[in-house]
């Protein structure tokens, strides 16, 4: 397996993902670790039917994912696993799914979250969670389609936190 993508964003799978990632880093399979979706039927259905047939697509709630890295999909799958929030990548490295880059899509606004872009919104605990991915060496950046500038989180997390 060939891990071509690590995202967070909260849509999980929608236009971006399908129309923009999925072609740029030609992957055919996609992972999503949610706890939510892989436990409401409905709502897994309602997302799985705007995916191509020619993608394989997997949803697995935190407990089932710690045991997939080991035993790959295929051996020559490109992959692309998405997160909705910066705690469920953060929960599946401490679980063993390691990862080098992380990639911020799209993160709703909400209460007592500040602005970071046009697409992203964090408070303090997802402040938290991505600064231990950044200390365990994840390199971490913001870019809702690959045709965006890349806005890397080290540089701009130190602004956010002074």
């Known amino acids: 397996m060939s891990l071509v993508l690590v995202r967070v964003d909260n849509r999980l799978i929608h236009g971006q993902v399908l129309e923009a990632w999925l ?11 949610d706890d939510e979706i892989a436990n409401d039927s ?8 705007v995916v191509p047939k020619t993608v394989r ?3 697995y709630n935190h407990q089932q994912f710690e045991g997939v890295p080991c035993s790959p999909l295929s051996s020559d799958a490109k992959v692309l696993v998405l997160f909705a929030t910066p705690a469920d990548a953060l929960k599946a490295y401490r679980g063993g799914f390691h990862f080098s880059t992380l990639n ?15 697409t992203l919104y964090a408070d303090c605990d997802d402040l938290d969670d991505l600064e231990q991915l950044a200390e365990l060496g994840v390199d971490i950046c913001a870019q809702c389609i690959p045709t965006d ?14």
Do not use: T, Y
């Not at 072609?23 to 670790?33: E, F, G, R």
């Open 104 to 118: 911020l899509g799209n993160m709703h606004v909400g209460p007592q979250k500040c602005c970071i872009s046009q």
């Open 42 to 49: 409905f709502r897994k259905l309602l997302m799985l039917a």
């Open 57 to 59: 697509v997997d949803v």
């Open 23 to 33: 072609p740029h880093v030609q992957a055919d399979s996609i992972i999503v670790v």
């Open 149 to 162: 500038r890349k806005l890397h989180w080290d540089c701009h997390c130190r602004e956010l936190r002074a």
